[in-house]
């Protein structure tokens, strides 16, 4: 399901370096932080989406 969410995204533009999915459990707070703020830095150093208008 994930590689579909993630072709529809490529169709409308989006850079599938915004996308990302982590197994986590609820027992890795530490883990989840982690992916979090990796996740955080490396949409800021993308910058501003440019998606485009589709329809």
Do not use: H, Y
């Amino acid at each position: 399901m994930f590689g579909m969410t993630s072709e529809l995204l490529q169709l409308l533009g989006i850079d599938p370096k915004r996308t990302r999915l982590a197994w986590i459990s609820s027992a890795e707070g530490t883990k989840f932080a982690q992916v979090a703020n990796e996740f955080t830095e490396t949409i800021k150093a993308l910058g501003p989406a440019n998606i485009k208008q589709v329809a």
